[in-house]
């Protein structure tokens, strides 16, 4: 009998485009991919966004989304080929045989039904289990994923688990009817990596278990080195490389692939920090209107000219609350923020338009963060007529300025969001805080959303900018490589606390104290055996302890 689960024959998918103005357009977005998959492996699927990785993954179970057509090829599972087989089957196929985890689990769980009513749902419906043993076999992967309170989180609902609980849950969803293979859709990618870290471990030692194959779709090739026996390089709907881990990891033979392994090739040079920070964060504590517990306590940080502060910790530590007490939106409770030698409003409203200008923010979501309704050259422009009066030539000269530095160019004014790729979105996001002519220009999170190749370009640009316009960073952000490429100096923040500052030799060079080291410890490393590596050290702690 054949050990091959999976076999994906010249696989293409469409889509269909409606430019504006314009007749709709077919257009091929996998362009004839094959690759097989052996019961009890796993292969990694990696490539920057728009790869085709989700679409190849969703393929797999005959699935196209979003308005996406298989056009094209052979989809094998166990033996049959899969395309042409009809509804009926291919629901029971989707939900015994071949499960799927999204990247989102919080957007996946139906909010009004407890934890264990859903993990259970697939297999009673295609009557794989009693009820009774449907149950315990949750539990039991509840317990073998780590979950806290095995026989009884169940009963919770999914807002009452943190982000990192529920995407455990979901994997124990995936597991409960035993199926053959599992598509694992950036299971990792939205949590920070003290939670990422634990995840991953669980799904590894999950797919280890069980014995089940799987599909790991990801951008980060570090974690993907960790988990899969074999990965496939993508691009633009073509399979660039394909071949074992170690040939990936260590022997890359595309150019393309060598450009993934290498990422995160930025390299700081600072600058001397001056006898007076531009910003400083003086003993804050604070909390948020309606409650009686404070989410910051005593925060000190400075910030000096053409510097780069990083604000670093594990979601909930407080990191993205002091900078709405920077910008005053939370007035806090007790402290100062000084800026610039001057002691700003603690509330927004009484802030001049001058603190205003000097001190700007990029958002995280660039799409969340313009108006769909208004084109490029209109939101570059806003800043520049709010605050220094430009109008028609002028303003137009510098919005072209500003397209230049954010390595755009003229043509990206009259477009709008919708018609920009989610690094350009991120750069014209840049380009409008910068039309403020700010001194300070609070980073949230900027490059968590994108691939590793487009974060790097973003890391590059604002290392460029920071050059040229001598404006200061106060960059928020969970990634640790990103910190070590970009940061002058470190905030490590945990549980509304700073528990460790300074410089960043000074922070990145042990003694560490035990939430900053492991936060570093954490950090996925770009080499087979690490995750092996910190489940045994853990194992040893815990036994010790």
């Known amino acids: 009998m054949s050990d091959t689960l999976l076999k994906v024959k010249d696989l293409k998918i469409g889509a269909k485009i409606y430019p504006p103005g314009e007749k709709p357009k077919d257009i091929e977005i996998v362009h004839g991919v094959s690759f097989e998959l052996e019961k009890g492996k796993v292969l990694g699927l990696i490539g920057e966004s728009g790869a085709g990785k989700s679409t190849i993954g969703l393929a797999s179970m005959a699935y196209g989304r979003g308005g996406v057509e ?6 094998w599972v166990n033996g049959r080929e899969i395309l042409h087989t009809n509804l009926r089957d291919l629901r029971r196929l989707r939900g015994m045989e071949v499960t799927y985890v999204s990247q989102s689990a919080a957007a996946s769980f139906n909010p009004a039904k407890k934890i264990m009513e859903q993990v259970v749902e697939a297999s009673l419906h295609a009557g794989k289990f009693s009820k009774k043993a449907a149950e315990a076999r949750a539990r039991e992967l509840f317990a073998k994923l780590g979950l806290p309170d095995p026989d009884n989180i169940g009963e919770r609902y999914p807002h009452q688990v943190s982000g990192g609980q529920l995407q455990r849950c979901m994997t124990a969803l995936a597991l409960c009817p035993e199926p053959d293979l599992v598509v694992f859709d950036e299971p990792t990618t939205a949590l920070d990596v003290t939670t990422q870290i634990d995840v991953l471990m669980a799904i590894k030692e999950a797919i280890r278990d069980t014995g089940v194959a799987a599909l790991y779709i990801t951008h980060d090739l570090a974690v993907v080195a960790q988990v899969s026996d074999e990965i496939m390089v993508l691009k633009m709907g073509d399979m660039v490389e394909y071949g074992t881990t170690d040939q990936i990891i260590n022997h890359p033979q595309e150019e393309y692939t060598r450009d993934l392994v290498s990422v995160r090739s930025t ?3 600072g600058k001397p920090p001056t006898d007076n920070p531009v910003l400083r964060v003086e003993n804050v504590t604070a909390r948020y209107k309606g409650t009686n517990f404070d989410v910051l306590h005593n925060v000190v940080m400075d910030l000096h000219p053409g510097q780069t502060l990083a604000v670093v910790g594990e979601s909930g530590s407080g990191k993205s609350t ?17 800026f610039d030698g001057r002691e700003l409003s603690p509330d927004l409203e009484g802030r001049t338009r001058e603190d205003l200008r000097e001190l ?7 799409d969340v963060a313009m108006n769909p309704r208004q084109t490029v050259g209109t939101i570059i422009g806003r800043p520049l007529e709010f605050y220094f009066g430009m109008r028609g030539a002028e303003k137009r000269k510098r919005i072209i300025e ?3 530095e954010i390595e755009l160019g003229v043509e990206f004014m009259d477009r709008y969001p919708a018609e920009l790729s989610g690094g350009q979105k991120q750069r014209v996001c840049i380009a409008r805080a910068l039309a403020a002519k700010p001194k300070v220009i609070i980073c949230d999170e900027v490059t968590s959303a994108l691939d590793p190749l487009v974060a790097d370009g973003i890391l590059k640009l604002l290392e460029n900018l ?6 200061a960073y106060l960059f928020i952000t969970h990634d640790l490589a990103t910190v070590k490429a970009i940061a002058d100096s470190i905030a490590v923040m945990y549980q509304g606390k700073v528990v460790r500052y300074g410089t960043k030799a000074e922070v990145l060079s042990p003694p560490f104290d035990d939430y900053t080291d492991l936060l570093l410890s954490s950090v996925p490393e770009m080499r087979l055996g690490w995750l092996e590596e910190v489940i045994e050290n ?4 815990s036994a010790g302890n």
């Open 322 to 338: 002091t900078a709405r007490v920077i910008t005053g939106l939370l007035p806090p409770r007790d402290g100062n923020i000084v």
């Open 70 to 75: 298989i056009t094209g090829g052979e989809v």
């Open 360 to 366: 700007q923010m990029i958002y995280q979501m660039a």
């Open 267 to 269: 390299q700081h040079d």
């Open 466 to 471: 920071q050059k040229i316009e001598d404006v």
């Open 538 to 541: 853990r194992k040893m702690e």
């Open 402 to 404: 500003l397209l230049d």
